[in-house]
């Protein structure tokens, strides 16, 4: 309600900036301007008449290269570290590239052979149930999170500042410490669950202990700054609905249903897509868990992901035309995930 | 007019900061060498830990040749080091004057990238005489140029700690402890068994089954290539043997089930709970370190089953630096037997220079943090009697395989041993294939 309001206002805007540059023209034109001065002073007229021209000629050309002189910088940046690496790496991804040796051409052998490595599936099926296990509890404790702090608290402003706290570690020193609690032999978490009477977990060298131990970080990290974005969503739902439904005696958790989650839909949506990819790419909390093991995901990949394959592939085996293929895949399947929001947003708009 | 003029001027400065900020990062790092003071400065690029700092050996240098400043960086692990100095070498782009190779990295850049590095078997002060043939050998290709010289080697004895052994039942004394599994592998796995029978409450006989599996290919000729260059651990019985009996001490209960050089195994040093593990000289500093003041004189070193060599380094320098004369003087001082037998005295590195190791700081050292032990003595003889092992180009992806996807599923997860080597040889033959 709010937003198609404020978009009506913003729509009524546009029809007045071409007021503005109509008076800055004629102040250039006009000294070459008359037709009748140019024929009574002879070549005297002239000069002023070229020069008025050269100096029109300069000021279009002005108005015109200066965007582009403006976002040039950018561009020239993304060309060389975006775009440049982006082709680059689709080129290498169809050659056998050895680290330190020449490329070969090779077709799409690099992409059918990750169609048939188990290595592959291994990864991505990790990258998927790390991806599940990590982001849905940590979008719904965000989600709870961000309700709480939404209500008038002693103190809201400190919490609101701490929930973001996690997000402003460096992620290797998170992980270091989390391996340290879950750390098979000495680990503060196996200790607590011999206290309570259960045997130590092997946090490390088992698939699932392995794969939640590394979703735990993921989600300590990122549960506040998710919560921040609901709680920003949160506050430009109007109050008066609010009103309406605990006046039709709705409880705060039907209000929270029914009000709540309806108008921050789009900020969900997003905070899911961006998760989803943050999910994709996971890289650095699996690789520091595992210490030396890290880039292979465990003595059995049983928490390698896609981008661990990947850097392993390249740095490790020397093999880069696999790791770019390894890198366009999951280029692709992030298209794709984008694509599959485009038609949920596009879903979403129809119905409401 | 003057407004537009000045508009356009500014605009001018404008791009052409944004110029000259784009291209500022490529002249910024443009060609160095010299210090303000008109001295060369030579760069060293290490991994891990060489000690030419702490040993003092840069400041002897440049006593000798004042006109020199040297600066050396170092990478912790080799697996970051050596794929950086790949494509370092392609790029020809930020190298060092000096760079150090792995052992088992020496094959690859012996065959791959010798033209991009200077020949030093012909470099001015250079013996041949003075090293090892076969570890000068290892980085000489096959037209005969030596790209690599060799710092270190890894002449393996077993360190033990006396208390643990005294528990259980077993000779303390070195020459005895020694003699216990003397001659073969099998020996030190009924050794093993001994322990456990015995053993003081939660302590184990060895750290790890893929430290064994090292120590036991380390010990061999013929490895993961053969002559001809082609891959053969899979059929290679001394690989098979060599994995066999590290599995056994995992099946049989003897190890502490750890990984080396992880927290882990650095925390069981400090609590001492396990008995053995096979060291290479350059692992005394690690362990000394590790166990701590507490473990002064409990821990000892006795002679491997059979001789093995496990590491050893090389330096190289690339043809792209722009001091190569100076460097090559550099990394010919730095391997020479003087230096070599200092860096033993102060950090444990065994000399690759066999002319060192008849020098009394090497053949009479003692190592007080180890009860005194003759480890000059006890390396010199494990040296003597290192076969010369045939490289090949991936032998670090074999070695690692087999120890951190094979060996650690069955001594971690009790995976059976022919699971674990079918576990290895499947992601070998994934890594292989390029």
């Known amino acids: 309600m709010a937003t198609s309001a404020r978009a009506t206002t913003d729509g009524a805007s546009p029809p007045d900036p071409p007021a503005p540059p109509s008076p800055l023209p004629p102040p250039t034109r006009g000294p070459g301007g008359p037709k009748g001065s140019g024929s009574r002073k002879g070549s005297g007229g002239r000069a002023p008449g070229s020069s008025g021209t050269w100096r029109s000629r300069l000021y279009r050309w002005d108005l015109k290269a200066t965007p582009y002189a403006f976002v040039a910088p950018f561009f020239l940046c993304f060309a060389a570290f975006g775009l440049f690496p982006l082709i680059y790496t689709g080129w290498l991804s169809l050659h056998r590239v050895e680290l330190g040796g020449e490329a070969q051409w090779r077709g799409f052998d690099n992409y059918t052979g990750l169609w048939d490595s188990s290595f592959f599936w291994n990864a991505l099926a990790n990258t998927f149930t790390i991806g599940v296990i990590s982001t849905v509890p940590q979008l719904l404790m965000a989600l709870g999170l961000a309700h709480l702090l939404n209500y008038r608290l002693r103190g809201r402003g400190f919490l609101r500042v701490a929930v973001l706290a996690p997000y402003a570690t460096s992620i290797a020193a998170a992980t270091l410490v989390f391996a340290q609690l879950f750390n098979s032999d000495y680990g503060l978490i196996n200790s607590v669950l011999g206290w309570v009477g259960f045997d130590p977990v092997d ?7 392995a794969q939640i131990a590394i979703s735990v970080i993921v989600i300590w990290r990122w549960t506040g700054y998710n919560a921040l974005i609901y709680l920003a969503a949160m506050q430009a739902v109007p109050q008066d609905l609010y009103e309406a439904a605990s006046l039709d005696g709705a409880s705060r958790w039907r209000q929270f249903i029914s009000v709540t989650i309806p108008s921050i839909r789009p900020t969900i949506l997003f905070t899911v897509v961006v998760s989803t990819i943050g999910a994709t790419q996971l890289f650095g909390e699996p690789m520091l868990y595992g210490g030396s093991l890290g880039v292979s995901g465990g003595s059995g990949n049983q928490f390698q992901t896609l981008s661990l394959l990947m850097y392993e592939k390249g740095w ?6 696999q790791a770019s293929a390894i890198a366009w895949v999951m280029l692709l399947l992030l298209l794709l995930i984008g694509g599959v929001r485009l038609l949920v947003a596009r879903l979403n708009r129809e119905t409401t | 007019m003057r407004a537009l003029f000045r508009g356009f001027r500014g605009r001018a400065l404008l791009v052409a900061a944004v110029v000259a900020l784009t291209a500022a990062p490529a002249a910024g790092c443009g060609p160095g060498g010299g210090d303000p003071a008109g001295r060369t400065v ?4 290490l991994f891990g830990s060489f000690g030419y700092e702490e040993a003092g050996l840069y400041d002897a240098y440049t006593r000798l040749h004042p006109d020199v400043v040297i600066k050396q960086t170092s990478i912790q692990r080799n697996e970051n080091y050596y794929p950086q100095l790949l494509t370092h070498l392609v790029s020809d782009s930020g190298l060092a004057d000096v760079q150090a190779v792995e052992a088992i990295n020496i094959a690859e850049v012996t065959a791959t990238q010798a033209d991009r590095l200077e020949d030093l078997g ?16 290892q980085a000489t290709t ?14 393996q004895a077993v360190c033990y700690r006396k208390d643990l ?4 039942g077993l000779p303390t004394d070195r020459d005895a402890v020694g ?9 030190y796995l009924g050794t093993g068994k001994r322990y456990r029978d015995r053993a003081p409450a939660g302590t184990s006989f060895v750290d790890s089954a893929s430290g064994v599996l090292s120590a036991i290919t380390g010990g061999s000729a013929r490895r993961y290539y053969d002559e001809d260059g082609t891959v053969v651990y899979k059929s290679n019985p001394a690989v098979r043997e060599a994995w066999d009996i590290a599995a056994a001490f995992a099946t049989e209960g003897l190890t502490a089930r750890l990984q080396q050089f992880t927290p882990s195994w650095d925390q069981a040093y400090a609590n001492g709970t396990f008995a053995t593990v096979s060291c290479p000289a350059w692992m005394l500093g690690y362990i000394e370190d590790k166990a701590g003041p507490a473990a002064e004189d409990v821990w000892d070193v006795a002679a491997a089953p059979r001789p093995a060599n496990w590491g050893g380094s090389f330096l190289v320098v690339p043809k792209s630096g722009r001091h190569r004369a100076e460097a090559a003087r550099l990394a010919a001082w730095l391997t020479a037997p003087a230096q070599q037998a200092r860096l033993f005295e102060r950090r444990g590195s065994f000399p690759s220079a066999s ?13 007080p943090y180890f009860g005194d032990a003759p480890i000059g003595r006890i390396f010199t003889r494990a040296a003597r009697g290192v076969p010369v092992t045939i490289l090949g180009p991936k032998d670090l992806v074999i070695a690692q395989n087999l120890a951190d996807v094979g060996m650690l599923q069955v001594d971690q997860r009790g995976r059976r041993p022919e699971d674990g080597w079918d576990a290895a040889v499947r992601t070998i033959d994934n890594a292989l294939d390029l």
């Open chain 2, 122 to 137: 012909r470099a001015p002060g250079v013996r041949r005489a003075d090293f090892l043939p076969w570890k000068w050998r």
């Open chain 1, 203 to 209: 946090w490390e060298s088992s698939k699932w202990p």
């Open chain 2, 355 to 367: 002319a060192a190791h008849a020098l009394p700081a090497v053949a009479g050292a003692r190592h």
């Open chain 2, 142 to 155: 096959r037209d005969g140029r030596t790209v690599g010289l060799g710092t270190d080697i890894g002449p």
């Open chain 1, 316 to 321: 490790i085996t020397g093999a880069l035309g």
């Open chain 2, 179 to 187: 003699r216990l599994w003397a001659g073969d592998w099998r020996r």
């Open chain 2, 42 to 45: 030579l760069t060293v690029g």
């Open chain 2, 165 to 168: 052994f005294a528990r259980a």
